[in-house]
Every structure is written in structure tokens, then in C-alpha cells.
């Protein structure tokens, strides 16, 4: 122990000490301690050195500080020192630096208030706890409410979590959002909502129960305990609420800060709403229950929207309206009864002045007289042994008495409510097990202590008790379960305080036979407690300085309590004269029902029994007792201690878990900690008391992997055994001497307090010789690498200054030879400058003044030219003015013109608009759907408008400022040619200066005077040239600007064109994705519906044990497409069902038979009445509705009629041109002459003539009868789908809701109101549809007389050859066109626009009808070359005379046909209409993908369904193609549900599916789909039916197949995920194990049966391999690898933001190593395109947060830049969340924290946490066309087909 206090206590180490303000000050020893020193030598945190005394008894040394790698851990028994600064410290970190509220201390989970609303409670974090280890996340509170759910479901005991703190603390939002994880988890076992009634549940008792105080807004102001039960299948079935103490003080007085209940605040918000102008309410701080507090507004809280919270959580738990508004006039009366003011009489006696406002309200709202509740208030009738007298109450008393009667009608409103509720939550279904949650008052200390304090403090100390025994004896099991040595822990045991509260003779004890006594007082009381218990209880003490108080010294702080008041609140007396005023109220039932249990026996609890609500403030006389006789009621103080005691019964016989409340501070400031008041609760709340036992033992806890993990470098090689455990015993020895300090479990070593920070000492000391030994070792490296490198710059720096000193004397010399031939030039140039000089004067006398007498002629010039300019300007300006006046004119006529023209035709489209209103109101979602696209089109053309404009625009301005800048140019080049040109008048100039010369000779002066003027001249003239030379400089500068100006704009507008139609399209990508998802996941809803739907007929099958033969409806996406097989199928299922039933009912218990017996009776009943309703409202819509389709069959009989024979006659035409075409054909064949049929024969032309002709008869009676029989069927599916949708569905699922009878009346009313207006309309339509009928019968007379012209001109064509019969009948239908377009256009303009288009368009349906015919005719051809071709190879053979058939049989014919009608296969397979269930029976239902579908052909049961759909389309036999689609979806359908959780079964049928409806695709005759289809594929297409429908029906199956793949895929890979992306250490050794805490994590070290990143990447590998071998597609196959990388990714993220201990360097290493694994494997697959690896970018981006520096403001610039798709919760979690693994690691600030949060705030995103693991990427089918010819499918015989007939 000296070795070990000797090598903790050095220099630098660290220790707490006492301190006022902060209570624990960390500092840093400067000298080493020595066993015989009498203080320490210690330096504070600011750098002040103090010396530190110690105890001369004792030598106590002061706590150490843990390992700041220890510093902020999940759990505080994870510390290696526990004690209470530790824990203090530790809390503070997590919540001030961390920003986490919650944190373990062994089995509590200690919640710290942060007064902010956090997002961490949302779905997404629900789901992310369901089904985790409790300590594998970091702590929340939905961690222990899964720990109680999941031990509910796994040992069969019940539950508790018991939720304490003081007010203010968060223990109502706490136990808030423990319901929320059990009803969002568990769901309910019926369609009753019960989870959504048990959340509703929150919002009355808030209401009604809490209040703003000086600590909490929301402050319970009372206790209560919720069971929430749940069925065998552990699914919320009911719940059950008690209640404890409430405070009905509140009620009449409030502090200062303080307010009332919610409900009364709430109720004067809604004071102006219609229901509550009978209440005659006002605002709060009208009346003197709301306004004493003086605050009667919460800031952020609307009161008025809080009561509709309210009032609808009240409709949900089945309080209907007029009770909601009778509990609403109670809280109005008792408002309205606190405002009655009571005056004094006299000294004795008091009244009420007559007609009080405020008490005629009262007793209008109650229901009572005035004269009697005035009478009561102020007076009390006394009863003696013989007589009863009344007698008035002073004014106090009378006021005390109205205040009493108040608390009493609340109270008992309070119990009703409670009652009600928990009726609400109350279920028929046997209860399995419940979850309790107390939510309870923590303990308190006030100035002022009363009567309520000390029942809070007292269920306080039983609440200890049951908490220390619970931790001891979990403590000790884990030591009996290791098999260690072990002695019983000392804790305190606060007995003796319970004691003294409640045994004989004690303190409540006293109190009530106090209150028995007729002159009882609080002093008396307060001597018999001093006589009693002063002397014989050291728990009890008497104050010096006053004789009516008392002290408890409770488990955590001594508290004095003031004796007055105790016996009036322990009596809780009401005067009963007044009760039975109010309980004679003949007008108000529900004041009357809560007063009703008045002469009933009150429970133990205070309730009455039956009832969830136990209020503990309201006194219950017992049975039997007149309720006058005072003595024998229970008083509050034996009715909470009775509550109490049941509250202890139920929590012992629970599994119980603690959630510890902590207020931060007193000013609710958020994420603020006053240590003060921390350490306060964490006294109060046993946390402390934890940490004590637990320290008291050993508390650190290792497995032995663990261990040898994190320790292994403190052993040496020859230690390392192959038995870890003796490994691990071997070490131990070595480096702990006193055995004391740790003992050896079965599976753990267990260390005292103190031990593991040795250690780690230890193992730092260690790694920081090694890390030396490195340092040194790299350091001499890099010194020698230094010099060398040096070394060789020195040689290279002499070699190149020598060579530069050689080149400078070169240089030299040099230059001395260029000086003198310098000179020489030198003295030329000035010799010449003299002489040019001379010269240039002589020149510059003769420009002077030749430029003066040019520029006197250039002025006059210049003066005339201006004049006429002037002269220009004026007439032009007088031109254009009266241009503008004549332009203005003929503009406004115009105008007038337009503007009537306009007026006109608006008024026609006003008339055409209301014509075709009716039209538009059928067509109006399409119309508005195709509007709004237009819109969007017609803003984007408007866009790019605008945007070509401005560009067109910019460009004209900048080509006119060129040419004006052009313009310029070429003015100064002209003023340039000018100077030039007088330049050249210089030499006139000279001769002229000859003579002056000679004039000048005479005056000196005067020339000198010329000189010295032209001197000045010549200057100016240089000046002027130079600044012309610099103008002209600046504007080609700014020319050439301009020029860069504009290609720069151009360039920008290019490119911001090409980012706009980049968004645009990115735009449209993500609408039509977001498109695709919502709706495959309609689909997913749809699916789940149904699967719901069918478990709910099998449960009712089996529930009825009755097997029911027939027909049963089945949900399908295309409901006309039922099948006889459907049928068929479902009964051979009903049947199977039955069977197994009867087996089944056989070995079931009797009582069981029964009871089911019973049950199916009741549901049958109800069925028969449901179904009774629905039939009766079916009658009536069926009575409203037969009006209304009579009409239409009455206007479209005879149409159809006209249809049907046409039809008929088109048929019987098309059978005899049949018949005439077999007959030639056989004539061809028959017994005709060798020569009769040969090319070129009379014979074969006509022939010819007439199979061209009958070919193409045929081909047009063909089309009509299609296209009559599509238009029939059309019209069928359209009578049927209106039937369908018809509102009697509607009405069936009304029923189902009408459950009250005033509902039903209701609803009859509104139906008869609906009945009313129906018939109003169809009288409307009606009247329409006459004057329809009408029109349609003339049109009707005139298309029999088109028909009759037709069929004459069509008996005309069918006597032409075929040429001339197709152009005549072209130019007949051009001429009937032409002639409609004629009458259109006399009718109406505007139609006859919309008729040229249908010309137009059926001209061009006439061409393509034309070139098809055109095509048949030379196919028809090519057939009859073919024919003619066999009919000369027939001709030899008849040639000999006819053989009979006897000799056919025994000579083979033609034997060169024979293979080749083998080989002439058409891909089609033929089936009976019989053997179709067997077909789906053996190709789908009884198909095994492991078995024979392994050595299919890819995609066969796809080949073969097609195939045999084919030739039910070559036979056109509608009903088979649409049996067979029917069939064979519901069967895939049929078999994903029944083996959905089948990987390979889901794989095999999305292939086939997919497979089937490409084939759809490939063979329908579009040519989209037709580009890589070979010529003998084409001829393989469908012909008769388009079975688009079928093909989206069929793509709708294939997402759901694709849902469902992802969904077993998910499940699969789920376990492994957060195993082997983040646990497991792929890369040994890289990260250490830190130390935990009592919830120990999941280990990371890889033991037998733990998921590793081989086991990812095996299994990726096997649904790889698994969907490739079974053909499906490339990139379906990539989407779905995209998907499982997203879900990866999503899952490791998720986690990594909830588990503080895998957000370290060494893991982010761990997840990048990781992510590379994943990468390779896509690169060996080839699916690095796929988009996969993007999909993880968000955990790459994760881990290298995790790996980057985090210092500066650099680094944070570079993390914002990284972490692009993170988000900044994330970012930000992540960096809260790092924690070092090792004492070189250095913790993340929090200013660099701050300085990203401030960086990214301009971000715009999302502010979720988690990423959503559900979320599906809408999946696309791109279409694969095959290669595989259909004819050369053969079919295995282990498939049983057989019965296919290969055609």
C-alpha cells in the first residue's frame, strides 16, 4: 500500500480538495510525498502555490484525479477513484462540454435538466435503441425503459422504473418519454389505440395536476405511478394510474412567481370562445385564485391552444362534450366562489352581501340556491349529545371555510378525472405483465418545512431503503456468481428513521391521536413529540430558539419542520352542511356524481375500489360510520402512509430501475451548473450512496480478454501462455503485490477502487519509455540525414561560387572594351544633335506662321458649318414634334378599335366557355395537371426569354458603343490626316519666311521676340500631340476593356445557362426520384394492407374453425383479372386450413374450446349486425343510384345496340370469307390437273385475284371487329369500375365507425341530407341528359344514314381490282372529311379548328392503315409464292393418279418435309384451360430454387409463362390470357408471402419477374422495344392483345418482389453490421480496450460466433453470386448492392453517433480499413459505378472527423470543407463525442466546437441526427432484351409439364 501511495502521490499528480465556492478544487502536487510529512505542497489550477495541512490523526490524503483518458465516461463506475468529486467532475464534463444529459452510475441512470429542448427523442432514436444491449449505447432514457421492456419479455417479472428528483428536476418528461419508447416499441394489441390513449393520458394530468413554480414551469404537484400492462405477446393492451398527494393548497394561495393549476389559466385563455360564454370567465387576473402568484403568463406557452390539447386528449380517453363542459363549469364555479367576498357583521359573525356577482355565478353553474350556499359560507351547525345548533364563523373562518370547499371540489374533480381515465385505459384483454413508472416527488428543504414536506421526505426514506437493499443485493450476487470471496458491505440503513415516522408511538402515530383529541393543538403535539422521542431517538432533535418546530435527520440532511398547520392538513375538515348543499343540486348530474361516494367506505388507498386514481388528500369515512362522526375518518396522514406501504409492495414484487433527476441550477438556465446544488441531489437521490458501496468493494471489472488486451504491453513474451486466464494471474502477481487489491472471478478479475488507475499508470509509463526509445532512435536518423544533406549543399555552394567569381572577370573585361566604343558613338551623337537642333528651329519659325494663317481660315469655316448645324437641329426638331402628335393619334384609334374587337370576342369565349363548363369539370385534374405543366413550361421559355433578351440587349448596346467608339476613331485618324496635310504647306511657309526675313532683318528685337513666341508654340504643339498620343492610348484601352467586358459577360451568361439547365435537370431527376420513391412506397403500403388483410381472414378462419367452401375475395392490383384458379386454389387452402383445425382443436383444452366457442359467437353477431347496416345502406344508395344509371342506358341502348349487331354482321361476314379461303385453299391441294395450277395459268390469276382480294377483306373486317370488340370491353370495365366505386364501400367503413347511437342518429340525419341533395342533382342531370338523348338520337338517325352511304360505296369498291378499291376508298374518306370541315366551319369557326386537326390526324391514321395493309399484301404474296412453290412439287406426284389412303400410310410422302416441320417451332406452348392450376401449381408454387431451379435455364418459368401466354393470344382467347396473368401473379404473390424471409426464393422470382416482363416488353410489338429483336423474334410478337396494363401490374409486383429482397437482405445482414464494421478489431491491436463501467459492451475482440468484416463480405458475396445465378439483371443487380451499402453505411453511422466509446483515432482508422475492405470488393465484383461507395461517404467522411487534427482555426476550416455530407448535428456529435483511448490523445474543445457550429450555421439541412435506415432508393427496370430464341427452349422434365404442347 506504501509502494503504491508512494508512486501515486508525485510531483505532478493531480488531487481534489475541499473548496467553498466550487466544493471540489482540482491542483497539482509540486513535490513528491513522503509517509512522514505533515502537509502537501500544492499548486492551483491559476498557478498559486498553497500548502496543504493534513490531519495529524487521521493522515487522510486527498482524493486523486482520475486519468483524463477516465474523464467523461458513460458510466461513473467506470472511474477507477470513486468518491464524490469524481463523480461531480465527471457529470459536469459530459453535460457542459459534451452537451449529454444522461449518464450511468451503476443501475442508475442519472438525467440532468438542460433546460433546452434537445433532439434526441425523436423516431429515428427510438429506433435505434429497440433491441440494443444496454450498454452498448450511450445512456438515455430509452435505454432503461428497453432494459425493462426487453427483461419484461425475458424473465416474466414485472417492472418498474422509478423516477425521482426534486422540482424542476425533469422527472414528468422523463417518465413522458419512457411511455412514448413503450407505445412506440410495443404497439397495442387491438385497433383501439390504446398507446395513443396512454400518451393522451399526459396532457389531462399536466393540465390538471401541474403548475409553474419558482423552480419549474411545469412542476408536478403530485405523485403518481402508471402500470402499463401488456398482453402475452407483450403488445400494449391497457393501463392503470394512482395517484399521490396532491397539493391542494395551490388550489387557494400561490407564492410570489408562482401560478395555480394549468387548467384554470387555460380556461381563462378560452374565456371568448361560444361553449364557455356560460361560465362568465374573464382573465386570470380577475380572480384571486389566478392572481396571487402576479405571474399569470409562461413565457412560450399559449394557454388557449394548451386547452385544445386538452380537450382533445379528453375525446381520445372517451369523455365526450357535455362532460368535458360540466368539468369546465366546476373549475368556472371555483374560480367564480374565490371572488366571493365575505364582510364582518360584527366580531363573531360575518355575511355575504345580497346579489354577489361572483356567488350567483357559482350557484347558477352548480346548480344550487344562493340562499343556502350565502347561509353556509358564514355559518356552521354544531351538534351536541341532545340538541344541534347553528353558529356563525368570523369572517376568517368563513373565508377559511370557502377556501376549504374549494381544495374539496377540486380534489374531488381531480379523483373523478383520474377515474375516468384510467376506465379509458382499462381493456377486456387479460394482462400478461405491466411496466410500472413512478414518477415522484425527490426529497425537499425549505426555509419553511410543513406538513406536505415531511409525507414527501418520508416516502423519500422508504424509496431509499428499497433502493440501498436492491444495489446491495445486486452487488453481492455478481460476487456469488464469480465465486469470489466476499463480506457483507456496510451501507446505511435508514430503518430507524422510518421508525420514527411510522412505527407505534411515532411521529404519525402522535400526530392522529392528536387529532382525536377535542382541543388538540400543534404545541400540544409538539410536547408530546419532545416527551417521546427526544430522548430515546438521536435521529430526533428540538430547535434551540423555538418550541413548536422539530428535526429529522433524514438519509441525506437534517431538516426542521414547523409544527402549525400539521393537524389542520392532517384532518383535511370540510363543513358538510355545505357538501350536502352542493350534493342537493338537482340541475348539475356531474356535481352530484362527484360527491356521490361520500357515505361510501373509503379504501386503503383513499380511492374507491375498482378505480386507478388514489388521491391521498381527500378523507374517506369508513363503512358503516356516520360520516359526522370525525374521530373515526382516516386522516391524510395514515391514508398516504396505508398508499405507501401498497407502493412498497408493488416495487418489491417488481424488477425495479432508477432514473435520478438532477436541476442544474435555480435559474433555469440551459446548459448551466452550479455544483452546489449537484452535489445537494446527488446526496439526496442515493447516487452518492451507490458510488459508496460500490467502491466499497471492487468496482472496476475486467473479463480476462479484456485485460490481457489492453494490458498486453506490460508484459513481456515468455509471460504470453496460451491460457489467458493464467496469464492474466501471473502478471497481476507481478505488478500488484497485496493481493487485497484484486481477486480472480470465473470470467473477471475484479480490482479495488484505485487499482485500475495504477495500472494505467503503469501501461502510460510503459508506452512513454517506448515512445522515447522511437523518438530517439528517429532523432539520430534525422539528425545524420541533416548533415549529410548539408554536407553536400556546401560542396555545391563553393563549386558554384567559384564559377560565378571567373564569369564576373570576364564580365569585366568585357565591359571595359564596350565603354570606349561607347564614347566614340557617344561624341557622334552630340555633334549631330547640334546641328538637328539648329535645323529644327529654322523649320519651327516658318510653321509659326504659316499655322497662323491657317487658323484664322479654319474659323471662319468653323462658324459657318456650326450655323447650319444649329439650323439642322431646329427644323428636325419642329419635324419630329409634329410626327409624335400625328403617331399618338393613330395610336389611340387603334386602341379604341382593338379594344372593342377584343370586347367581342371575349364575349364568344365567355359563350363557349360556359358550353363546354361540364366537359372541363370531368377533365378538371387532368386539365389542372397539364396547366400546371404548361405553367412551368411557359415560366421556363419566359425565363429563357428574358434572359436572351437582356443578352440581345447587352450585345446591340456594347456593337453600338464600338461603332460610335469606331466613329471616333476614324475622326481623329481624319484631324490626323489634317495635320499632315498642312505639315506639308510648310514648305510654301518657308519661302515666305525668306522675305520676312529679309522685312525683319532691320528689328532685332522683333525677331528675337518671334523666336521666343515660336519657342512657346512648339512646346503647346507638343503637349497637345503628347496628349492626343495618351487619349488615343486610353481608348483603345478601353476599347479593348469593352471588348473583354463583353466575352467575359457572354462567358458568364454561357455558363450561368448551363449551371441553370444543370439545376434544372438535376431538379427534375430528384422530382422524378422523389416521384418514383412515394410511389413504390404507395406500393409497400398497399402490400402491407394486404398481408395484414389476409392474416386477418386467417385468424378469423382459424378463430371460427370452420371451413367455408366458395368464393373469397383476394386483394389484386387489377381486380376484373380473378381466375378460375384463384377460386379453385383458395378453397383447396380452406379446405387444408380445416383439417389442420380439427387436428388442432382435437388436442386443445376444453375451457379453451369454450371460450373460443364463445368468442367466435360474439364476433359472428357482430358480423351479422355490421353486414345488416351495410346492406341497408346499399339498399338506399342502390334506390339513388338505379335513377341515376337508368338515364344512361336509356341514352346508350341504342348505341350499343346498333354496336352489337354490327358486330354480329362483321363476324358472320369475316366466318364466310374464312370458309372461301379454306375452300381455295383446298382446291389448290385437291385433285386439280398438274398444269391447272401453274404460274402464269387463267386458273392461278384468278386465284391470285381473288386471294388478294379476300386477304384484304379479311384484314379490314378483322380491324373493325377489334376495334368494336375493345370499344365493348372498355365500355364494360368502365359500368363495372363506376359500380365499384360507388359510395357504398364508403358507407361499410362508416358503419364499421358508428358505435354510439347518437352517432347512428347522426349519421341517418346526414344521410337523409345527402339523399335530398342527390335527388336534387339528378333532377338536374336529368333534365340534361333529355335534351342529350335527344341530340343523340339525331345523331343516331344520321349515322344509320352514313352506315347505309358506306355500305354502298363499300359493295361499289368490293367490284374494283384491289388497286383501284384502295384509292377510291382513300378519296371517299377524304371527301367525307372534307365535307364535315365544311359544316364545321359554317357551325362554328372554333370548331372547325379542333375538326381540322382530327382530319389531320385521321388522314394520318388513314396513311399508317394504308402502309399496314401494303405490308400484309406482300406477306400474303411471299405465302402464296411459298404455296405455288409446294403446289409444283405436289404436281408430279398427282401426276400418277390419286393413292388411297391405306397406301398414304404404308409409302412415306415426302419424307424432305419431315424435319423440317421438326424444326418449324413458333415458340408457343399450348395448355388446356384445365391444366392452367397445374401449370402455376408445378412452374411457381411447388418450384424449389435450391433444388431443380438450380439447373435451369436463367429466367425459364419466365420463358415458359410467356410462351404459353403467346399462344393463348394466337387463338385470341381473351379469357385465358387474362386467367393466366391473374394466376400467375396472385401465385408469385402467393409464395413470397408464404417464404418471403427466403433469400432465394425472393431473388429467383424478382429475376423471373423481371425476366417476364421484359419479354412483355421485347415481344409487344412497339418499336421502342423491338431495336435488338432478331427477324424471328419479330414475327414472335403479340398480335391481338396490348397487355400494357398487365405490364404495369406486373412492374408494380417486381418493386414489391425488390422491397421485399431489401427487407430479407436487411434482416440478414443486420447483426453483423455495427459487429463488424465497428466492434470487431480488424486490424489487432490499433485500439485498446478502455475501462467500463457495471454495463459492460459488447467486447470487440473476436471471440467464437461474433460477426467480423469477413462475415459482411461472405455474405455480400453470397446474395452476389446468388442473384447472378439466378439471372438477374446487371443493373438491377447494382441497385441492389447500392441499397446494402447505403444500409451499412446508415447503420455503422447511426451507431457511431450514439456510442461515445467508438468515437476515437484508433477507431477511425478501424472504419476506414474497414470501408476500403468494402471498396475492394466492389472493385472485384465490378460495381464500382454502381453508386454504392457514395452512399458511404457519410461514414468516410465520419471516420476521417475522427483522424484529422482539431486545434485551430485552420483545422476547423478544413473539417467544414471535408464533411460535406455529414450534417452539422452530426459533425457536431461526433466531436462532442471523441474521447481519447490513450493519455497521448488530447480531447476536442470546447471554443474549436463552437468555432464549426458558427462555420456551418449558414448551412441549410436537415437538423436530424440519425440517417434513415429505412429509407428504400426508388428502384427502375431498364429494359434487357434476350437473345434467346424462343423455339429452341427446351423443357426439363423435372419441371412435370408434360401436358405443354410445344407449337
Known sequence: MNRELEYMFVQSARVWIPDAEEVWKSVELTKDYKNDDASLQLMLEDGTTIDHKLDPKTKNLPYLRNPDILVGENDLTALSYLHEPAVLHNLKVRFIDSKLIYTYCGIVLVAINPYETLPIYGTDIINAYSGQNMGDMDPHIFAVAEEAYKQMARDERNQSIIVSGESGAGKTVSAKYAMRYFATVSGSASEANVEEKVLASNPIMEAIGNAKTTRNDNSSRFGKYIEIGFDNRYRIIGANMRTYLLEKSRVVFQADEERNYHIFYQLCASANQPEFKNLRLSTANDFLYTRQGRSPVIEGVDDAKELCTTRHAFTLLGINESYQIGLFQVLAAILHLGNVEIKDRDSDSSLIAPNNRHLTAFCELVGVTYQDMSQWLCHRKLKTATETYIKPLPRLQATNARDALSKHIYAKLFNWIVEHVNKALVTNVKQHSFIGVLDIYGFETFEINSFEQFCINYANEKLQQQFNMHVFKLEQEEYMKEQIPWTLIDFYDNQPCINLIEAKMGILDLLDEECKMPKGSDDSWAQKLYNTHLKTCSLFEKPRMSNRAFIIQHFADKVEYQCEGFLEKNKDTVNEEQIHVLKASKKFDLLVELFQD??????????????????????????????????????????????????????????????????????????????????????????????????????????????????????????????????????????????????????????????????????????????????????????????????????????????????????????????????????????????????????????????????????????????????????????????????????????????????????????????????????????????????????????????????????????????????????????EEDAKNKANQVSSLLEELEKLRKELSVTQQEKKTIEDWAQKYRDEMEKMVSELKDQNGLLKKEKDDLNRMIQEQSQQMTEKMTRAIAQETQQLETDLNE????????????????????????????????????????????????????????????????????????????????????????????????????????????????????????????????????????????????????????????????????????????????????????????????????????????????????????????????????????????????????????????????????????????????????????????????????????????????????????????????????????????????????????????????????????????AEGQTSPGQMVEEPIHPVNIPRREKDFQGMLEYKKEDEMKLVKNLILELKPRGVAVNLIPGLPAYILFMCLRHADYVNDDQKVRTLLTSTINSIKKILKKRGDDFETVSFWLANTCRFLHCLKQYSG???????????????????????????????LAIQIYQQLVKCMENILQPMIVSGMLEHETIQGVSGVKPTGLRKRTSSIADEGTYTLDSILRQLSAFHSTMCQHGTDPELIKQVVKQLFYIIGAVTLNNLLLRKDMCSWSKGMQIRYNVSQLEEWLRDKGLMNCGAKETLEPLIQAAQLLQVKKKTEEDAEAICSMCHALTTAQIVKVLNLYTPVNEFEERVSVAFIRTIQTRLRDRSESPQLLMDTKMIYPVTFPFSPSSLALETIQIPTSLNLSFLTRV
Open 598 to 975: 361520500e357515505e361510501k367506505a373509503t379504501t386503503p388507498t383513499g380511492q374507491v375500489p375498482g378505480t386507478g386514481g388514489r388521491t391521498r388528500l381527500s378523507i374517506k369515512p369508513d363503512k358503516g360510520r356516520d360520516t359526522s362522526s370525525k374521530e373515526h375518518k382516516k386522516t391524510v396522514g395514515c391514508q398516504f402512509r396505508n398508499s405507501l406501504q401498497m407502493l412498497m409492495e408493488t416495487l418489491n414484487a417488481t424488477t425495479p430501475h432508477y432514473v435520478r433527476c438532477i436541476k442544474p441550477n435555480d435559474f433555469k438556465l440551459a446548459f448551466s451548473f452550479d455544483p452546489k446544488r449537484a452535489v445537494q441531489q446527488l446526496r439526496a437521490c442515493g447516487v452518492l450512496e451507490t458510488i459508496r458501496i460500490s467502491a466499497a468493494g471492487f468496482p472496476s471489472r475486467w473479463t480476462y480478454q479484456e485485460f490481457f488486451s489492453r494490458y498486453r504491453v506490460l508484459m513481456k513474451q515468455k509471460d504470453v501462455l496460451p491460457d489467458k486466464k493464467l496469464t492474466c494471474r501471473n502478471v497481476l502477481e507481478k505488478l500488484v503485490q497485496d493481493q487485497d487489491k484484486y481477486q480472480f472471478g470465473k470470467t473477471k478479475i475484479f480490482f479495488r477502487a484505485g487499482q485500475v488507475a495504477y495500472l494505467e499508470k503503469l501501461r502510460a509509463d510503459k508506452l512513454r519509455a517506448a515512445c522515447i526509445r522511437i523518438q530517439k532512435t528517429i532523432r539520430c536518423w534525422l539528425a545524420r540525414k541533416k548533415y549529410l544533406r548539408q554536407r553536400s549543399a556546401a560542396i555545391t555552394i563553393q563549386r558554384f561560387t567559384r564559377g560565378y567569381q571567373a564569369r564576373c572577370l570576364v564580365k569585366f573585361m568585357r565591359r571595359t572594351q564596350a565603354a570606349t566604343v561607347i564614347q566614340k558613338y557617344q561624341r557622334m551623337c552630340v555633334e549631330r544633335k547640334r546641328y538637328r537642333q539648329k535645323q529644327a528651329a529654322a523649320l519651327a519659325m516658318q510653321t509659326i506662321l504659316r499655322a497662323y494663317m491657317a487658323r484664322q481660315k479654319y474659323q471662319a469655316l468653323l462658324r459657318e458649318h456650326k450655323a447650319v448645324i444649329i439650323q439642322k437641329h431646329v427644323r428636325g426638331w419642329l419635324a419630329r414634334c409634329w410626327y409624335k402628335r400625328c403617331l399618338e393619334a393613330i395610336v389611340y384609334l387603334q386602341c379604341c378599335i382593338r379594344r372593342m374587337r377584343a370586347k367581342r370576342e371575349l364575349k364568344k369565349l365567355k359563350i363557349e366557355a360556359r358550353s363546354v363548363e361540364h366537359f372541363k369539370k370531368l377533365n378538371k385534374g387532368m386539365e389542372n395537371k397539364i396547366m400546371q405543366l404548361q405553367r412551368k413550361i411557359d415560366e421556363q421559355n419566359k425565363d429563357n426569354r428574358v434572359i436572351s433578351e437582356k443578352l440581345v440587349s447587352l450585345e446591340s448596346s456594347y456593337a453600338s458603343e464600338s461603332e460610335r467608339m469606331r466613329g471616333e476613331l476614324g475622326r481623329l485618324r481624319g484631324v
Open 1075 to 1438: 416521384e418514383r420513391s412515394r410511389y413504390q412506397n404507395l406500393l409497400t403500403e398497399h402490400l402491407r394492407l394486404e398481408e395484414k388483410y389476409d392474416d386477418l381472414k386467417e385468424e378469423l378462419a382459424h378463430s371460427t374453425n370452420v371451413s367455408k367452401p366458395g368464393h373469397r375475395r383476394t386483394d389484386s392490383t387489377h381486380s376484373s383479372n380473378e381466375s378460375e384458379y384463384t377460386y379453385n386454389s383458395e378453397y383447396a387452402e380452406l379446405e387444408d386450413g380445416s383439417r389442420v383445425g380439427e387436428d388442432v382443436t382435437r388436442g386443445m383444452d376444453t375451457s379453451l374450446t369454450l371460450k373460443l366457442q364463445k368468442r367466435v359467437t360474439e364476433l359472428e353477431q357482430e358480423k351479422q349486425s355490421l353486414r345488416n347496416e351495410l346492406e341497408n345502406r346499399e339498399e338506399q344508395f342502390q334506390r339513388a343510384r338505379a335513377r341515376d344509371d337508368a338515364q344512361f342506358r336509356k341514352a346508350r341502348g341504342a348505341e350499343l345496340e346498333y354496336e352489337s349487331l354490327k358486330r354480329q354482321e362483321l363476324e358472320s361476314e369475316n366466318k364466310k370469307l374464312r370458309h372461301d379461303l379454306a375452300e381455295m385453299r383446298q382446291s389448290l391441294l385437291g385433285g386439280a390437273a398438274a398444269g391447272a395450277g401453274a404460274p402464269g395459268s387463267p386458273a392461278y390469276k384468278v386465284l391470285l385475284d381473288q386471294l388478294n382480294a379476300s386477304c384484304e377483306e379479311l384484314e379490314v373486317r378483322k380491324e373493325e371487329v377489334l376495334i368494336l370488340r375493345s370499344q365493348l370491353v372498355s365500355q364494360k370495365e368502365a359500368m363495372h369500375h363506376k359500380e365499384t366505386m360507388t359510395e357504398p364501400s364508403v358507407f361499410a367503413k362508416d358503419v364499421n365507425k358508428l358505435k354510439d347511437a347518437d352517432e347512428l342518429k347522426q349519421a341517418y340525419v346526414g344521410v337523409k341530407d345527402t339523399n335530398r341533395l342527390l335527388e336534387q342533382q339528378l333532377q338536374a342531370q336529368r333534365r340534361t341528359y333529355d335534351s342529350e338523348v335527344e341530340s343523340l338520337r339525331g345523331e343516331l338517325q344520321n349515322v344509320k344514314e352514313e352506315n347505309n352511304r358506306q355500305q354502298q360505296l363499300l359493295a361499289q369498291n368490293l367490284q374494283l381490282p384491289p388497286e383501284a378499291r384502295i384509292e377510291a376508298s382513300l378519296q371517299h374518306e377524304i371527301t367525307r372529311l372534307t365535307n364535315e370541315n365544311l359544316e364545321l366551319m359554317a357551325d362554328d369557326p372554333t370548331a372547325s379548328r379542333e375538326a381540322r386537326v382530327i382530319i389531320l390526324r385521321r388522314m394520318v391514321d388513314l396513311m399508317e392503315q394504308l402502309e399496314k395493309q401494303d405490308r400484309t399484301i406482300r406477306k400474303l404474296k411471299k405465302q402464296l409464292k411459298v404455296y405455288s412453290k409446294r403446289i409444283g412439287e405436289m404436281g408430279a406426284g398427282q
Open 1566 to 1596: 412497339d418499336e421502342a422495344f423491338m431495336k435488338h429483336n432478331t427477324s424471328r423474334q419479330n414475327e414472335h410478337c403479340l398480335s391481338n392483345f396490348d397487355l400494357a396494363e398487365y405490364r404495369q401490374v406486373i412492374s408494380d
